[in-house]
Nanobody
């Protein structure tokens, strides 16, 4: 069973930046992919960015060019650098880990609020 600890959320003005971190621990029998999803009130949870163990990344169109996902495989930790934030980025951001056995694990979420 993997546990995910997220940090780095908060309140920022439009145009500002935040960096989220997600550290995985526990019985991790191989990581296939880690990533970030977000959910704002009244909306479904949506993909933000993912990164495979090999370093292949994928981004939602809405964040391309503004957000960067990276990983430190030795620490089983991923990061999400978010630049040029807009109020539309306001959401709870959730960390995801998909294991090699295709089990999904989710973090508890961290709130990101962007004021206009």
């Amino acid at each position: 069973q993997a546990q995910l600890a997220e940090s780095g959320g908060g309140l920022v003005q439009a145009g500002g930046a935040l960096r989220l971190s997600c550290a995985a621990s526990g019985n991790i029998f191989g990581i296939s992919l880690m990533g970030w999803y977000r959910q704002s009130p009244g909306k479904q949870r949506e993909l933000v960015a993912t990164i495979t163990r090999a370093g292949t990344t994928d981004y939602a169109d809405s964040v391309k060019g503004r957000f960067t996902i990276s990983a430190d495989n030795r620490k089983n930790t991923i990061y999400l650098q978010m630049n040029n934030l807009t109020p539309e980025d306001t959401a709870v951001y959730y960390c995801l880990l998909t294991s090699l056995s295709r089990d999904d694990y989710w973090g508890q979420g961290t709130q990101v609020t962007v004021s206009s």
